[in-house]
């Protein structure tokens, strides 16, 4: 821990001397496999929907290989619940706020760098269906109109384009892990929602360098 | 304001209300003329009413064209006139004149004729040696002059005149002396005393009504008069006696003539061309003065309708009786401002008829009769149907109107005790809609119906209206049937056997009502119209005829029940399509299959009792078709007469074919019974049987078969020897009796009573006296009759079952008269009938018809309480005006829903009391009841549910003051759910639908008690103003106060609180959370899912 904080220190020290700042925005698409109600025979699956993203970054190219951002997603993630034949749908979307680090292949001022990154935050995920009271399979779970807040870690790979000395292009795909939602998917008395869950997003950014 | 009081305060008004409304209008003009008026004549050229004046001596002549009716110079005669009569073109006035007051003593009366010749301003006086009854015109320039001693045929131009020869029927000359009291006997037209003419409408006949005294004493019994018809072909200058009646003689002394002399009004009998005796107003004198002047009548036969003004009484006040052509049916009655006495006379146009009246002479303009103010309802009937446990008010509304669209005045009344009924309004003008509330307690005692006549009176309408007869009904649940509503006095019933329709007869309108099984629709056309004052209905062997008796006709009509047509018409009679009786009123009928042809057996009414039967003939016979019956001289070995001793009231022995047509049984008040055998074409039996306890018969009767009848309670076998008799309570009466698909059926009436109580004196005990009343406003019963010779039971009643309202007696069709100018009762009644479908049996009852399935006596379970629940949470505590769950057994027949609110206290035939108050129900069931308990009910309560298989015993509530429960969502798909309900979606909570921090949920709950204003159990809950609880609730949810914004009854529902709250912003979430509710110390819980945000 104490060397994860000394290394984020550094980084960001390092970032701070070179002033290398960039920001971008970029839309793409998220696929969130679908969590297993079990308990009930037979079982159900919940989750996020597929959907649409936006996002934004802000970020420092801190040292040759190396930089550090915060990024914005908002995502278009309705919650569903299926079994059998018999599936249900609930309005919803996500906002994820997180930090990451990345590690280039490329050093600075390379045309073209691959990256990884990592990093952890938040996402504030939001019901906003309309309950019913003859909501569908409601002996697994009640999708709610409710707000909760999750811990995400993500991991992600991509690579960075410059079109100009200002302007890069930048696709990246990222895995954002969060544990499964206990509000707005809320499972029924003796069913049980397992593990974490993933949102894999991929997207499309424009980033301006200053 | 108590509902009596009100009804006594309405009353009040009510009475006030006639006395404004006392003087009512009167049709037409008196124009009063001093002296005395024999008779008139019209002069239309000359706008000339020529009248006569007897006591005056004169011929007073009134100006019809001045609107006062003013008098100009009179005609003076020498003798007092008593006839007058105006040629055809209008050239001479001839007057008849009677002079039997200046004769000295031993000075025999004389008449005379004057003739004025209008045109020349002439006169011309004629002596003869008779006094003159009458003068009358044709289509001729001959004048028929009718004296006491001769007819004559004068020609007023020359003043000659000849004697007319006056044949009898047949062609014979008279006088033909016999030693009989018939026209023979009379020296014709010697004996002559009194007459009066009428005039067909095409002037070709000349009626004349004669008056004859016996020539000599002890010719007629009493040395009564006799009637006789004499009629005068114009064309064919020929005189004929036609007809004649003995006794009594007819009156008032008017003849009325259609247009073609098919038809005439003559004294009190409307007769046809053939003389047969159409309808008749009862044998009514002019009062005992037997002043004949008194009454009039006149043919409209541009209307065919006729108009008459016969008295009852002395008293009678004016009316005329605006009546059917055919059978004197009345349609209307109207207030005349005199009473009619004497000839009639009709406008060229037949719009205005002039009248010789009481106090002189009255213009009538009957064209516009339609068009004068008038009041009517247009309803006749009303019905109130409820049941023992019905407590709401009942509200029905009847329409008064003027059918000319006119504002007119009227008021409106009951009798004086009556109580539990009040009117939105008891006076007006109309058109009025007029509510009625009947209070069903007030009537609940009875359990049967109860008849109100509501009278109707206006002070400017020319009618008299007819009044409503409100029926209200008051059920036990036990009783079985269903009324169809049939207004009217229906005196008979029978089921067409292979027709799915029965008839009934309507005596009042003299119609013979046919409904149609299937639907109890009446078939409304063809109308089936009878003779006067039917009686009874007999089918021919073939049932292809239909056959009416009646008592003020001498005919028996009959009716093609194919085409339902009156029968094909003799070709002897072709405008007669009936069997004539003359000289009798065949007041019961029944066909029999004779020896080779059906035979009609018509028990009658003698006009005029024969030398050989000082109390009348009992019967007539025809061999059906024919036309004719006739009296035969005897019965097979018994004479064709009454018993000296019968006194002919109540009339005519009733007569009833088996359904085989061999037997024909007739039965008698004095326990008289007869059989006639199909077989031999004989009667065969004769009996009567009088013990210590029957001394007299009166009811049901029947020939079930060929081996057994019934009259009253006794059963006759095939010799009519009584082989079983019933027990009759003293206050009740057998009504009908019939064959059901297996067995007999029989029904009983329990006549109302009333109690005095004298009270005791020094020297005498009190004493109580029951006197039995002419009505029945409780129940009725039916029972079975076992006729299986083989069961041990054999001949007996049982399964005796009440009836939803009483079946007819003779006393409870002895009601006053409404319009109808004849009513005969038989002490007999025929009030059971089962149709050929036999799906079904139909009693004559006091609304009408009662309507009972085949199996009226099956068994139905007695019910049985098991548990009475809260219906929110199940458990049994309960308290007032709560929901509950009613469990056990035999709860209801069959399953049933309220339609409508308030919510019935009576459904499916199922009732729930507690504490002597009936419950509002909203479903019923065989196994549960969903009800309301009273808002007044508190402690130890008892509980009875009433259903047509009796009632249970009582299960005791403990009622607590407060019983809170939150009440299930009944249907749908949420059914089962608590309902609690969120505002924002209004849904019920539950898992998948949680309750939201910040927003508001409504609780639907039962028993949180009083509120103010308190709803009526039973009602919906208004919005405005809103009931609210009087006791304030506490709810939490998880432990944490709720706001509660409203508690109180919900609005929109029945018996159902709400309690709104707000749940605070800083809920805790949880997956389940209480809900509770307290009230008065009791709590209600129920677990919600809770979610912040």
Redesign the interface.
Request: proline residues 7%.
């Given at each position: 821990m104490l060397k994860r904080l000394a290394l984020t220190a550094w980084l960001i020290a390092g970032a701070a001397s070179a002033q290398n700042w960039y920001i971008g925005a970029g839309g793409g698409y998220g696929f969130a496999p679908k969590l297993t109600i079990s308990g009930i025979t037979p079982d159900a699956k919940a989750g996020l929907e597929n959907g649409g993203a936006v996002g934004a970054y802000f970020g420092e190219d801190t040292h040759k290989y190396w930089s550090g951002e915060v990024h914005y997603l908002h995502r278009w993630d309705g919650l569903s619940l299926s079994s059998g034949g018999t599936s249900v749908k609930f309005a919803g979307h996500s906002d994820i706020l997180h930090a990451d680090f990345l590690r280039h292949f490329a050093p600075k001022g390379s045309k073209v760098r691959p990256f990884v990154a990592f990093g952890g935050g938040m996402r504030f995920l939001a019901g906003t269906g309309?309950?019913?009271?003859?909501?569908a399979l409601?002996n697994y779970a009640?999708?709610?109109?409710?707000?909760e807040s999750l811990p995400v870690v993500d991991a992600a790979f991509g690579v960075r384009a410059k079109c100009s000395k200002a302007v890069e292009l930048r696709f990246e795909v990222r895995d954002y892990m969060s544990p499964s939602p206990s509000?707005v998917i809320?499972v029924?008395?003796g069913a049980k929602l397992g593990g974490w869950f993933n949102d894999i997003v991929g997207t499309v950014s424009v980033g301006y360098s200053f | 304001m108590s509902f009596v009081r009100l009804q006594v305060i309405c009353a009040s008004l009510a009475v006030l209300s006639i006395a404004v409304a006392g003087r009512a209008a009167t049709f037409g003009t008196a124009v009063p003329v001093r002296g005395t008026v024999s008779d008139i004549a019209l002069d239309e050229g000359r706008n000339r009413l020529y009248i006569a004046n007897f006591a005056a001596g004169r011929i007073d002549v009134m100006d019809t064209a001045d609107p006062k009716f003013g008098f100009g110079t009179p005609l003076l005669v020498s003798k007092p006139p008593s006839s007058v009569a105006l040629s055809p073109g209008n050239h001479f006035l001839v007057v008849g004149e009677y002079d039997s007051f200046n004769s000295s003593v031993g000075a025999t009366e004389t008449g005379g004729l004057a003739i004025f010749n209008l045109d020349q301003g002439s006169r011309l006086e004629i002596k003869l040696a008779n006094p003159v009854l009458s003068v009358a015109f044709g289509a001729g320039n001959l004048a028929l002059v009718v004296t006491k001693g001769n007819f004559l045929l004068l020609d007023p131009f020359t003043g000659r005149y000849q004697i007319l020869g006056v044949t009898s029927l047949g062609g014979a000359p008279l006088p033909v002396p016999v030693g009989v009291c018939a026209p023979n006997a009379f020296s014709f037209p010697a004996n002559v005393i009194q007459a009066a003419t009428g005039v067909s409408g095409d002037q070709q006949t000349i009626l004349i009504l004669s008056q004859l005294t016996p020539p000599s004493a002890g010719i007629c019994p009493g040395d009564q008069k006799v009637s006789a018809f004499l009629q005068y072909q114009v064309g064919a200058n020929h005189l004929e006696a036609f007809g004649w009646t003995s006794s009594p003689p007819l009156g008032p002394r008017v003849v009325s003539v259609n247009r073609d002399a098919s038809r005439y009004v003559a004294g009190w009998v409307l007769s046809d061309w053939y003389g047969a005796d159409l309808a008749e107003f009862p044998n009514l004198i002019p009062g005992s003065s037997m002043d004949y002047r008194k009454g009039g009548h006149a043919f409209d036969y541009s209307r065919n309708l006729i108009y008459a003004d016969i008295l009852a009484t002395v008293n009678d006040a004016p009316v005329m009786h605006v009546m059917d052509a055919d059978n004197l049916t009345v349609r209307k009655r109207v207030h005349l401002p005199q009473m009619m006495a004497g000839r009639s006379l009709f406008s060229s146009d037949m719009t205005k008829l002039y009248s010789v009246s009481d106090g002189g002479v009255m213009i009538l303009p009957v064209a516009t009769l339609d068009t004068l103010p008038q009041v009517v309802a247009l309803q006749e009937d009303v019905v109130f149907q409820s049941d023992i446990c019905t407590r709401s008010v009942i509200s029905k509304t009847i329409d008064i109107v003027d059918p000319t669209g006119g504002n007119t005045d009227f008021a409106l009344s009951v009798a004086s005790d009556t109580a539990g009924i009040r009117f939105s309004q008891t006076s007006g003008t109309t058109p009025a809609k007029v509510r009625i509330d009947v209070d069903p307690t007030v009537f609940q005692i009875h359990s049967g119906t109860t008849t109100v006549m509501l009278n109707i009176a206006s002070s400017h309408a020319v009618n008299i209206p007819f009044p409503v007869r409100l029926l209200i009904n008051t059920r036990d649940l036990s009783q079985r049937g269903q009324i169809v509503n049939v207004p009217g006095k229906l005196v008979d019933i029978l089921a067409d056997p292979v027709r799915n329709r029965i008839y009934v007869l309507r005596q009042d309108k003299n119609l013979v009502l046919v409904f149609d099984t299937a639907t109890w629709k009446q078939i409304a056309a063809p109308q089936l119209r009878t003779g006067n004052t039917p009686m009874s209905m007999a089918f021919t062997p073939d049932r292809h005829y239909l056959l009416v008796g009646n008592d003020h006709s001498q005919l028996v009509n009959v009716f093609d029940l194919t085409t339902l047509q009156p029968w094909a018409p003799s070709p002897d009679y072709p405008n007669s399509p009936f069997i004539r009786t003359d000289g009798a009123y065949p007041g019961s009928v029944a066909v029999g299959q004779g020896i080779g042809t059906p035979v009609v057996w018509a028990a009658i009414r003698d006009a005029s009792a024969p030398p050989e039967c000082g109390a009348g003939r009992m019967f007539f016979r025809a061999n059906f078709p024919a036309s004719f019956a006739s009296a035969p001289a005897s019965l097979g070995v018994y004479k064709n007469c009454l018993p000296s001793t019968y006194n002919g009231n109540p009339p005519a022995p009733m007569v009833s074919a088996s359904p085989t047509g061999q037997s024909i049984l007739f039965t008698m008040p004095d326990a008289t019974v007869g059989l006639w055998d199909g077989t031999a074409d004989e009667w065969v039996v004769t009996r009567q049987d009088v013990t210590a306890d029957v001394k007299s018969l009166s009811g049901a009767y029947a020939a079930l078969s060929d081996n057994l009848f019934i009259t009253d309670n006794r059963l006759l076998d095939q010799s009519l020897y009584p082989i079983a008799q019933w027990q009759t309570p003293t206050d009740s009466a057998t009504s009908g009796v019939g064959l059901g698909a297996t067995d007999g059926l029989r029904t009983t009436t329990t006549l109302d009573t009333s109690t005095t109580t004298t009270p005791a004196t020094l020297l005498t005990p009190a004493t109580t006296t029951t006197t039995v009343l002419g009505t029945a406003s409780g129940p009725g019963t039916i029972e079975r009759i076992d006729l299986n010779p083989d069961s041990p039971y054999y001949l007996q009643t049982y399964h005796a079952t009440s009836t939803i309202e009483a079946p007819h007696t003779a006393a409870t069709l002895t009601t006053p008269m409404l319009g109808q100018v004849g009513q005969t009762i038989s002490t007999f009644t025929r009030t059971l009938a089962v149709p050929a479908d036999r799906n079904s049996i139909v009693l004559l009852t006091q609304s009408g018809l009662t309507i009972l399935p085949p199996d009226f006596d099956a068994a139905t379970k007695v019910p049985v309480v098991s548990s009475v629940t809260n219906l929110g949470n199940g458990s049994t505590a309960v308290t007032a005006a709560e929901q509950v769950l009613i469990s056990g057994t035999g709860l209801a027949p069959d399953s049933a829903v309220a339609g409508t609110e308030p919510l019935p206290s009576t459904l499916g035939d199922s009732c729930v009391v507690v504490g002597g108050e009936a419950l509002p129900l909203f479903w019923v069931s065989p196994t549960q009841i969903k009800a309301v308990l009273p808002a007044d009910a508190g402690g130890v309560e008892n509980l009875v549910v009433h259903t047509p298989g009796g009632v249970s015993s009582p299960y005791s509530l403990q009622v607590q003051p407060f019983a809170p429960a939150v009440l299930p969502v009944e249907t749908g798909?949420?059914a089962g759910?608590s309902r609690v309900i969120r505002n924002k979606?209004g849904?019920?909570?539950?898992?998948?639908?949680?309750v939201?921090a910040k927003e508001t949920i409504s609780i639907y709950m039962t028993g949180l008690g009083p509120t103010i204003p308190a709803v009526p159990a039973g009602n919906l809950t208004p919005a405005t103003p809103p009931s609210l609880l009087v006791t304030q609730p506490v709810v939490t949810l998880g432990g944490v106060n709720l706001n509660v914004t409203f508690a109180g009854l919900a609005p929109g529902e029945v018996g159902v609180y709400r309690v709104d709250v707000t749940v605070p912003w800083n809920i805790r979430?949880a997956?389940q959370a209480p809900l509770v509710v307290t009230q008065g110390g009791a709590s209600a819980t129920t677990q919600v899912?809770v979610?912040?945000?």
């Amino acid at each position: 821990m104490l060397k994860r904080l000394a290394l984020t220190a550094w980084l960001i020290a390092g970032a701070a001397s070179a002033q290398n700042w960039y920001i971008g925005a970029g839309g793409g698409y998220g696929f969130a496999p679908k969590l297993t109600i079990s308990g009930i025979t037979p079982d159900a699956k919940a989750g996020l929907e597929n959907g649409g993203a936006v996002g934004a970054y802000f970020g420092e190219d801190t040292h040759k290989y190396w930089s550090g951002e915060v990024h914005y997603l908002h995502r278009w993630d309705g919650l569903s619940l299926s079994s059998g034949g018999t599936s249900v749908k609930f309005a919803g979307h996500s906002d994820i706020l997180h930090a990451d680090f990345l590690r280039h292949f490329a050093p600075k001022g390379s045309k073209v760098r691959p990256f990884v990154a990592f990093g952890g935050g938040m996402r504030f995920l939001a019901g906003t269906g309309t309950e019913s009271a003859d909501q569908a399979l409601g002996n697994y779970a009640a999708l709610t109109n409710t707000r909760e807040s999750l811990p995400v870690v993500d991991a992600a790979f991509g690579v960075r384009a410059k079109c100009s000395k200002a302007v890069e292009l930048r696709f990246e795909v990222r895995d954002y892990m969060s544990p499964s939602p206990s509000k707005v998917i809320a499972v029924a008395p003796g069913a049980k929602l397992g593990g974490w869950f993933n949102d894999i997003v991929g997207t499309v950014s424009v980033g301006y360098s200053f | 304001m108590s509902f009596v009081r009100l009804q006594v305060i309405c009353a009040s008004l009510a009475v006030l209300s006639i006395a404004v409304a006392g003087r009512a209008a009167t049709f037409g003009t008196a124009v009063p003329v001093r002296g005395t008026v024999s008779d008139i004549a019209l002069d239309e050229g000359r706008n000339r009413l020529y009248i006569a004046n007897f006591a005056a001596g004169r011929i007073d002549v009134m100006d019809t064209a001045d609107p006062k009716f003013g008098f100009g110079t009179p005609l003076l005669v020498s003798k007092p006139p008593s006839s007058v009569a105006l040629s055809p073109g209008n050239h001479f006035l001839v007057v008849g004149e009677y002079d039997s007051f200046n004769s000295s003593v031993g000075a025999t009366e004389t008449g005379g004729l004057a003739i004025f010749n209008l045109d020349q301003g002439s006169r011309l006086e004629i002596k003869l040696a008779n006094p003159v009854l009458s003068v009358a015109f044709g289509a001729g320039n001959l004048a028929l002059v009718v004296t006491k001693g001769n007819f004559l045929l004068l020609d007023p131009f020359t003043g000659r005149y000849q004697i007319l020869g006056v044949t009898s029927l047949g062609g014979a000359p008279l006088p033909v002396p016999v030693g009989v009291c018939a026209p023979n006997a009379f020296s014709f037209p010697a004996n002559v005393i009194q007459a009066a003419t009428g005039v067909s409408g095409d002037q070709q006949t000349i009626l004349i009504l004669s008056q004859l005294t016996p020539p000599s004493a002890g010719i007629c019994p009493g040395d009564q008069k006799v009637s006789a018809f004499l009629q005068y072909q114009v064309g064919a200058n020929h005189l004929e006696a036609f007809g004649w009646t003995s006794s009594p003689p007819l009156g008032p002394r008017v003849v009325s003539v259609n247009r073609d002399a098919s038809r005439y009004v003559a004294g009190w009998v409307l007769s046809d061309w053939y003389g047969a005796d159409l309808a008749e107003f009862p044998n009514l004198i002019p009062g005992s003065s037997m002043d004949y002047r008194k009454g009039g009548h006149a043919f409209d036969y541009s209307r065919n309708l006729i108009y008459a003004d016969i008295l009852a009484t002395v008293n009678d006040a004016p009316v005329m009786h605006v009546m059917d052509a055919d059978n004197l049916t009345v349609r209307k009655r109207v207030h005349l401002p005199q009473m009619m006495a004497g000839r009639s006379l009709f406008s060229s146009d037949m719009t205005k008829l002039y009248s010789v009246s009481d106090g002189g002479v009255m213009i009538l303009p009957v064209a516009t009769l339609d068009t004068l103010p008038q009041v009517v309802a247009l309803q006749e009937d009303v019905v109130f149907q409820s049941d023992i446990c019905t407590r709401s008010v009942i509200s029905k509304t009847i329409d008064i109107v003027d059918p000319t669209g006119g504002n007119t005045d009227f008021a409106l009344s009951v009798a004086s005790d009556t109580a539990g009924i009040r009117f939105s309004q008891t006076s007006g003008t109309t058109p009025a809609k007029v509510r009625i509330d009947v209070d069903p307690t007030v009537f609940q005692i009875h359990s049967g119906t109860t008849t109100v006549m509501l009278n109707i009176a206006s002070s400017h309408a020319v009618n008299i209206p007819f009044p409503v007869r409100l029926l209200i009904n008051t059920r036990d649940l036990s009783q079985r049937g269903q009324i169809v509503n049939v207004p009217g006095k229906l005196v008979d019933i029978l089921a067409d056997p292979v027709r799915n329709r029965i008839y009934v007869l309507r005596q009042d309108k003299n119609l013979v009502l046919v409904f149609d099984t299937a639907t109890w629709k009446q078939i409304a056309a063809p109308q089936l119209r009878t003779g006067n004052t039917p009686m009874s209905m007999a089918f021919t062997p073939d049932r292809h005829y239909l056959l009416v008796g009646n008592d003020h006709s001498q005919l028996v009509n009959v009716f093609d029940l194919t085409t339902l047509q009156p029968w094909a018409p003799s070709p002897d009679y072709p405008n007669s399509p009936f069997i004539r009786t003359d000289g009798a009123y065949p007041g019961s009928v029944a066909v029999g299959q004779g020896i080779g042809t059906p035979v009609v057996w018509a028990a009658i009414r003698d006009a005029s009792a024969p030398p050989e039967c000082g109390a009348g003939r009992m019967f007539f016979r025809a061999n059906f078709p024919a036309s004719f019956a006739s009296a035969p001289a005897s019965l097979g070995v018994y004479k064709n007469c009454l018993p000296s001793t019968y006194n002919g009231n109540p009339p005519a022995p009733m007569v009833s074919a088996s359904p085989t047509g061999q037997s024909i049984l007739f039965t008698m008040p004095d326990a008289t019974v007869g059989l006639w055998d199909g077989t031999a074409d004989e009667w065969v039996v004769t009996r009567q049987d009088v013990t210590a306890d029957v001394k007299s018969l009166s009811g049901a009767y029947a020939a079930l078969s060929d081996n057994l009848f019934i009259t009253d309670n006794r059963l006759l076998d095939q010799s009519l020897y009584p082989i079983a008799q019933w027990q009759t309570p003293t206050d009740s009466a057998t009504s009908g009796v019939g064959l059901g698909a297996t067995d007999g059926l029989r029904t009983t009436t329990t006549l109302d009573t009333s109690t005095t109580t004298t009270p005791a004196t020094l020297l005498t005990p009190a004493t109580t006296t029951t006197t039995v009343l002419g009505t029945a406003s409780g129940p009725g019963t039916i029972e079975r009759i076992d006729l299986n010779p083989d069961s041990p039971y054999y001949l007996q009643t049982y399964h005796a079952t009440s009836t939803i309202e009483a079946p007819h007696t003779a006393a409870t069709l002895t009601t006053p008269m409404l319009g109808q100018v004849g009513q005969t009762i038989s002490t007999f009644t025929r009030t059971l009938a089962v149709p050929a479908d036999r799906n079904s049996i139909v009693l004559l009852t006091q609304s009408g018809l009662t309507i009972l399935p085949p199996d009226f006596d099956a068994a139905t379970k007695v019910p049985v309480v098991s548990s009475v629940t809260n219906l929110g949470n199940g458990s049994t505590a309960v308290t007032a005006a709560e929901q509950v769950l009613i469990s056990g057994t035999g709860l209801a027949p069959d399953s049933a829903v309220a339609g409508t609110e308030p919510l019935p206290s009576t459904l499916g035939d199922s009732c729930v009391v507690v504490g002597g108050e009936a419950l509002p129900l909203f479903w019923v069931s065989p196994t549960q009841i969903k009800a309301v308990l009273p808002a007044d009910a508190g402690g130890v309560e008892n509980l009875v549910v009433h259903t047509p298989g009796g009632v249970s015993s009582p299960y005791s509530l403990q009622v607590q003051p407060f019983a809170p429960a939150v009440l299930p969502v009944e249907t749908g798909t949420q059914a089962g759910l608590s309902r609690v309900i969120r505002n924002k979606n209004g849904e019920p909570v539950n898992f998948t639908n949680p309750v939201h921090a910040k927003e508001t949920i409504s609780i639907y709950m039962t028993g949180l008690g009083p509120t103010i204003p308190a709803v009526p159990a039973g009602n919906l809950t208004p919005a405005t103003p809103p009931s609210l609880l009087v006791t304030q609730p506490v709810v939490t949810l998880g432990g944490v106060n709720l706001n509660v914004t409203f508690a109180g009854l919900a609005p929109g529902e029945v018996g159902v609180y709400r309690v709104d709250v707000t749940v605070p912003w800083n809920i805790r979430g949880a997956s389940q959370a209480p809900l509770v509710v307290t009230q008065g110390g009791a709590s209600a819980t129920t677990q919600v899912r809770v979610v912040n945000p």
